[in-house]
Each structure stands twice: as C-alpha cells, then as structure tokens.
C-alpha cells in the first residue's frame, strides 16, 4: 500500500501536467473531449489528495514525520546533491489537500467558463496545478521552488491574455514584486546549501545535519532575513503588498482562485517548513519586525479594503489583510502559534478562492464589479446572495468555518508570547466584518441602483447556476467540514510541529489549548493551562 500511495502522489503531479500536454492538441480535438481530458486532470489530483489525506494518519512514516517517500535520482545527486524526493509530513499534507479542493473547483469554473482559446487557457491552469501539487509534495528544496516557478509563471501570461482592465500594468507589477522575492528566497535557499557543508538541497538531510551541527547565529539572522522578505514579498507582507489586489482584480476567475488560494501559501509554507526549523536564532531575532509588519497587513491594509468600491479589488486587499493573521502565528513561534496559522492557511485558501468566485458570478449578473452600481441582487438570485454572506462570515472567523480555529489558536497563542498584539489583532475582525456586511449589503439588499436598474432591463437575471453552484459547494463543504471537525487537519499539524525541536519549549495544542501537555524534560508551565 505504500508504494502504491507513493504512486498516487507522483502521479498527482504528473496527471495535471499530462493533461496540459495533450491540451497543446486541444484545436484537433472536438471541444467535448478537450473539456474531458482537463476534468480529468483537474479531478485526478484532488481525488488523490482526498485518498492520500484519509490514509495519511496510519501510513508508515519516517523519523521526519514523512509517509509516501519516493526518490528519483535525475543524474544531479552525486554532483549538486537534487533529487526528485517526494513525500507528505503532517504540515504539508493539508496543503497539498488544499491544492487539490481549490485546483478541482478553479478548474470546474475554467471548464464552465466561456473563455477565448479555451485549450490554451486550460493548459495554463493545468501546469498551474501540477506545479502547486509538487510544491507541497516536495521534500527536495531544490523542487519545492522548482514547481513553485512551474506554477507561477502561467500567471503571468494568463493575466496579460485573459485578464481585465489594467491588466498588462498589473502583470508587469507583479513580475516585478515576485521575480524579486523569487530571487531573495533563492539566495537564502542557495545559502543555507553553503552553509549546510554541502549537505544537498534534501530537507530531511538538512535537518539532521542542523540538529547536529547548529549554524553559526549571525549566518542565521542573515538567512533567515532574506527568507523572511523573499518569502514575505511573495505572500505581499506589508510593505510589498500592492502587486496582489491589482494583480488579483485584473487576473481570470479560476487564475485568481489558484494564486490567491494555493500558490500564496508558498513564502508561509517556506516559513513554517524551512525557515523556522533550520534558522531558529533567526527567527528569534527578527520576531519583533515580522509582528510590527504583520499587523501592518492586518490595520493598514485593513483600512485600505474598507475604502475599496470595487468588489474584486475588496476581495483581494481582503485576502492580503487576513495573511498578517498567519505571520503572526508564525510570529509566536509556538506550536499553537504556527499549527493554528497552517489551519488558517488551509482555510483562508478555501474562503478568498470562493470570494473570486461568487464575485466573477455577481459580476456575470450586473455585469460590473463597482459596488455602488448593484444593488437588490438578493431579490433575484437569493442563493447566491446565502454563498457570498457565508463566505464573507467566514473570512471574517465566524464559529462554524474552519477560519475561525485557525484565528482563535493564533490568539490564544499570541495571548501567550505577545499579549500586547492582541487588541490590534482583533480589531482587524471588527473592520473584516464592516467591509464584508457592507459589501453583501450593497451587492445584494436594498433597491436596484439606477446604473444596475438600466443595465437590466429586459434582461432575465437568474439565480446562481449548476456550473457556479458546484464549485461553490466544494469549496463550501471544505470550510464547513473542517469548522465542525478541526481535528480533522490539526492532528497531523500538532504532532508534526511537537516533532520539531524549534518549538519544543512552547508546546500548546491547535484546537484543544487545555488538552496539551508539555514533553518530557520540559516546565508544564509552557502548556496553555
């Protein structure tokens, strides 16, 4: 059963990238087996992450906590120390589910979408998911950022092609943000390569030699401050924000849901996998500054996302504002911190990819996406009207949707480190709530504004279709499954991060804060009580 899941997860990456081959005949073949052949590689993904996800807690797992290991040489082993090495650990393992929920839902609204040259955009999104499947899969440092380029690099050309308004200003914008970052992170990857004796580019090798020969601290502050910014450039950490709302506003639909859902979770991913476990007197030592910038991204943008008219540009500072939450459960550097900002990570990838997709059917609606020119949608499409109010609560942390656990935990645990961060923290809940009530209140209640009451008329506006409902209701189902059961994802979290000797003097629990007990040879007093 091993090897056979080992298969599985390699072909998770391979089947999405086989797809977008075969999509290169796409003008050959009829549109119906094109639309077949994407499904497929679109499904195929999520269906095995789902299946690796349910095995993952009695698969056999290594001393590093990784279950589905599986190796490829290349010929680059001996002489740079690359291997293609894959495998899940309890942090990667709900990312990698992430990747496939958002993947097969961003993919159902492509296939639905009435896109020009839809083969080549399919083919686009597809080496987008292959990409974000290896990402998360990777153990190779070496191809964790090897797919991560693979994934992004498809933005890029989808914005310019396919985007909207400003759309060749706002690719420019981001190439120029996220090569940045790329490079930075590169060079602190490249780094601790050195500085590591030649060790190779594998994570777990990297680890044990860490643990048994500690880098030097100032090599440490170094490296992990380029990580920390090429990283934080690439998750739009304050100040390095403004290429995300334009980029996202511009981008297609199913190109937004995946950047903004999945692939933006790379440079926190980083963080928690990489950065943190191997330069811990690093991470220490620039703990005050990431605090001071998260909650840059939490207050400032916040303000910013309450100022914005323009629906799609309110999604995406929206989904920059809630990323200050995460480095701020990194910022704690405690199990309860950190488990709670990967839960928010699962989660935030499920609300903000559901936000791109009842705002691209608000707009197929009112066919605008300013605010101040809808108005009574509710009257006419109520169902969509309950997805949108149910996705706004739930990216405000509402009980009930797994956003929630992920922002409690990180409370609890800032409580603990940084209590002094917690108001301004929560109040970032109260302006989530004002820009999101008063989007759903503008969009959907009151009476039809004239702009929207012209714009209609003779025309039959319907409510929410199948081809939008069905992905709606994926990424929905995840939200809620996870909110009722967060032991579901945080299990694996917490007994992967208790692994890690980084944060072995501040054990808490993820969910269950007065569950947790210290390990041995630690004070009971870490434990939240």
């Known amino acids: 059963m091993t090897d056979f899941n080992s298969l599985l997860l390699i072909l998770a990456i391979v089947i999405p990238l086989a797809a977008a081959v075969l999509m290169l005949f796409g003008q050959k073949l009829c549109p119906c087996v094109t639309k077949i052949i994407a499904g497929v590689g679109f499904l195929a993904p999520a269906a095995i992450a789902l ?6 807690a009695g698969a056999t797992q290594n001393a590093a906590g990784y279950a589905y290991l599986s190796q490829f040489d290349l010929g680059l082993k001996e002489t740079l120390g690359i291997s293609l090495y894959l495998g899940l650990n309890g942090i990667s393992a709900p990312l990698f589910l992430l990747a496939g929920i958002v993947g097969l839902a961003a993919g159902w609204q492509a296939i639905s979408s009435k896109a020009e040259r839809l083969p080549q955009y399919l083919l686009l999104l597809l080496v987008m998911q292959g990409g974000l499947m290896g990402v998360f899969a990777s153990i190779d440092i070496f191809f964790f950022y090897f797919f991560h380029e693979l994934a992004l690099i498809p933005t890029f050309i989808m914005i310019g092609i396919w985007g909207g308004a400003g759309r060749r200003s706002a690719a420019m914008e981001m190439t120029v943000y996220l090569t940045l ?59 390095f924000h403004s290429w995300a709302p334009r980029g996202y506003a511009a981008a297609p639909t199913a190109n937004a849901m995946l950047h903004a859902g999945v692939l933006k979770k790379f440079g926190l991913y980083g963080l928690v996998q990489i950065a943190v476990p191997l330069l811990p007197v690093g991470a220490i030592e620039w703990n005050p500054l990431l605090i001071w910038l998260a909650l840059g991204n939490i207050l400032f943008i916040g303000f910013v996302t309450i100022a914005q008219r323009d629906l799609k540009l309110m999604v995406g500072y929206s989904s920059v504002m809630h990323m200050g939450y995460i ?19 699962f989660a935030h990838g499920l609300s903000v990819a559901l936000m791109f ?4 059917a608000v707009y197929a609606r009112t066919g605008t996406y300013d605010m101040r020119d809808m108005g009574g949608l509710g009257m006419k499409a109520p169902i969509l009207a309950g997805f949108f109010v149910a996705a706004s609560m ?4 509402l009980p009930g949707f797994a956003n929630f656990w992920g922002e409690f935990t990180i409370f609890m ?3 603990k480190e940084h209590a002094w961060a917690v108001a301004p923290a929560v109040a970032g809940i109260v302006i989530s709530a004002v820009y999101g009530l008063r989007a759903a209140a503008a969009i959907f209640m009151g009476p039809p504004s004239a702009a929207f009451a012209k714009a209609s008329e003779g025309k039959t506006i319907g409510d929410i279709t199948r081809a939008e409902r069905i992905p709606a209701i994926i990424l929905f189902l995840g939200l809620v499954l996870v909110g009722l059961w967060p032991r579901a994802i945080s299990n694996s979290i917490d007994e992967q991060l208790m692994s890690e000797p980084a944060y072995q003097p501040r054990v808490l629990s993820t969910v269950a804060p007065e569950a947790a007990t210290a390990p041995a040879g630690h004070d009971n007093q870490e434990s939240a009580s």
């Open 394 to 397: 739930a990216s405000v942390g």
């Open 51 to 56: 299946w690796l996800w349910g095995q993952y």
């Open 413 to 415: 645990a800032l409580w």
């Open 181 to 239: 970052g790329a490079m930075l992170s590169l060079l602190g990857l490249i780094y601790i390569y050195k500085a590591s004796d030649w060790t190779g580019f594998d994570l777990i090798a990297l680890r044990d030699y860490v643990a048994a020969n500690s880098l030097p601290d100032v090599l440490q502050h170094n490296i992990f401050g380029l990580l920390l910014f090429g990283f934080g450039i690439l998750v739009s950490l304050f100040p």
């Open 357 to 360: 997709l009842l705002s691209s």
């Open 327 to 345: 480095f701020l459960g990194v910022a704690t550097l405690s199990v309860a911190g950190i488990g709670g900002a990967v839960i928010l990570m």
